[in-house]
């Protein structure tokens, strides 16, 4: 008889593996399509799928970890997504908005905000999966969907406000510098991984809530610029409650 030949072995796939990563896609889609929306000037549209992006983003990490079907796979489509969508795309979209007449400077200033967040998200998947017990309350420097959050405020302002100097090429120049150094800065910026409140604060934090749900169909851009300033006045706070309950380390000297 003929010696049989390897036999095929048909693998299946979990729905619970393939979840996380059908958020991931959508997010990268989200993002792609808000690059569409920024090449016909509907920027309302920009901002509402870059935040439906970070929504997705923050679902598809604690969805992988809530059915333990993380994978190297999935860490990689992520990080690549995260490129695009709160890399690439904002600093595009700022381009087309404020800097696509404004010459070398301006396009420097779009390339430098890109490469922070790929240099960003480079030294986040090189840090270690499993840091030690303080360092987990916080990411190092502003993590990718909050500077893109931020990259983005200065289109909210105008829309909200009218404001011309919003739209000014230096001040935008600027911004764009100033986000990618916060990106790829050593600042430590709180995670949310691990907060607690306290019983007698939920019912304030449940009031506060439903006053920005209120707020982001009633007057979504104000609501946004609160939010943006909201984050940016929690960075120095980080910094000093980071150094507060940092552990104190052995003296060398002794």
């Keep these: 008889m003929p010696a049989k030949g390897p036999q095929r072995r048909f693998q299946s796939v979990s729905i619970f593996w393939l979840l996380p990563n059908v958020l991931t896609v959508a997010g990268l889609v989200s993002g792609l399509t808000a690059l569409r929306f920024a090449l016909d000037g509907r920027w309302s549209g920009v901002i509402g799928l870059i935040v439906l992006a970070a929504v997705f983003d923050a679902l598809d990490g604690r969805t992988a970890r809530r059915f333990k079907t993380a994978s190297a796979f999935g860490a990689a489509l992520d990080s690549l997504s995260d490129l695009v969508v709160f890399g690439v795309v904002p600093a595009l979209c700022l381009y087309l908005w404020a800097l696509q007449d404004s010459g070398r400077i301006a396009w420097w200033a779009t390339m430098f905000y890109a490469v922070a967040i790929a240099l960003r998200l480079a030294r986040f998947d090189s840090e270690l999966r499993d840091p030690p017990g303080h360092s987990k309350d916080y990411f190092t420097g502003v993590p ?111």
Excluded: M, N
């Design 144 to 254: 990718a969907p909050a500077s893109a959050f931020l990259l983005l405020v200065p289109i909210c302002v105008d829309l909200e406000f009218g404001i011309g100097w919003a739209r000014e090429p230096q001040y935008v120049c600027i911004w764009l510098v100033t986000i990618g150094g916060l990106a790829v800065s050593a600042l430590p910026t709180f995670a949310g991984k691990r907060i607690k409140l306290p019983v007698g604060s939920v019912l304030p934090v449940l009031a506060t809530g439903s006053l920005l749900i209120a707020g982001a169909f009633v007057q979504p851009w104000l609501t946004y610029v609160v939010l943006a300033g909201a984050y940016v006045v929690s960075l120095p706070l980080s910094v000093l409650h980071y150094h507060r309950t940092r552990p104190s380390l052995p003296d060398d000297s002794a």
